[in-house]
């Protein structure tokens, strides 16, 4: 049974920086990206990373400020933000999914099998 806790979020200041984790509770490095969702507003893809190799993919969106990241020994993953700004306001969360490495690189959430309960992040 795979597990996913998300932890880091806060609220910010504009500007600002976050690193959000995510630990896995079993050997679950496929593949796992990250999602946000704001209020009133769908859920969008972040960024996945293919645990295998540590191939990265970024939406277009999130190009630039984001960054995803593994560490193996912990099982762990992150999404660090830079330059918050309002509009990342949202609940991130982590998902994981079975895959190859070529599926895992999407921004499209269908999928991801394993969810985590969500982390908020609130930029003022």
């Known amino acids: 049974h795979v597990q996913l806790v998300e932890s880091g979020g806060g609220s910010v200041q504009a500007g600002g920086s976050l690193k959000l984790s995510c630990k896995v509770s079993?050997?679950?490095?496929?593949?796992v990206g990250w999602f946000r969702q704001a209020p009133g507003k769908e859920r969008e893809g972040v960024a996945t990373?293919?645990?295998?190799?540590?191939?990265?993919y970024y939406a277009d969106s999130a190009k630039g400020r984001f960054t995803i990241s593994q560490e193996y020994v912990n099982i762990a993953f992150y999404l660090q933000i830079d330059s918050l700004k309002p509009e990342d306001t949202a609940m991130y969360y982590c998902a994981a999914k079975f895959s190859t490495e070529r599926n895992c690189a999407t921004d499209d959430s269908e999928g991801f099998a394993y969810w985590g309960q969500g982390t908020q992040v609130t930029v003022s």
């Open positions: 079993v050997g679950m490095r496929n593949c």
């Open positions: 990373i293919f645990g295998i190799d540590g191939v990265t």
